[in-house]
């Protein structure tokens, strides 16, 4: 009997990606709420830095639009905005109800950029993700601009991941990636110190 070997990334971003096209955009709305609904009961922050990614509608990410909101009140929030000339990342102020425009690669970014905060100084950031696994490694587009940003932020800083999908066994990972201390699906928070 063949050994099974595990998938490659390369693999696995396929299959996440294949497995989000099959949810309808009902579907999506439905366990974007469940997974506000699992953060809602767990997490609560208050004058905190946080880091909240806007949603790539058209990869059919989490919505993000109840978590910013509800975080926007009692807290300092941020959104990324990505270099793709030099492959960085920063995390500029916003506001719900602020103008955003999409990118060439679509990807929403406020109309009017702020100054970044320091990397250092964020205390808790909400990344997106196509898999995780049941140690909290990540797998995400293969840019590696989470990994690169995360490298300069305190080792305390409070990751989470959202995903519609539960842990997947195991994703393989490399010395630069970043594992998650949470990930948040629509039926549980799973916790990874």
Known sequence: MPVELPKSKVNLRQEAKQLRMLLSPDEISNQS??????????????????????????????????????????????????????????????????????NRFQIPEPSNKQTPIEPMELDVIFIPLLHADLKGNRLGYGGGFYDRYLALCRPEVIKIGLNFFEPIEEIPNDETDVPLDYLITPTKVYEFK
Request: some cysteine; aromatic content about 14%.
């Open 33 to 102: 709420r469940q997974i506000f609904k699992q953060l809602y009961h767990t997490f609560s922050f208050s004058d905190q830095r946080i880091s909240c990614f806007l949603s790539i509608e058209n990869q059919r990410e989490v919505d993000t639009d109840p978590i910013i909101e509800y975080f926007s009140t009692d807290n300092h929030l941020f959104v990324p905005v990505s270099n793709f000339l030099n492959g960085t990342m920063e995390q500029v102020p916003f506001r719900p109800g602020e103008e955003l425009l999409l």
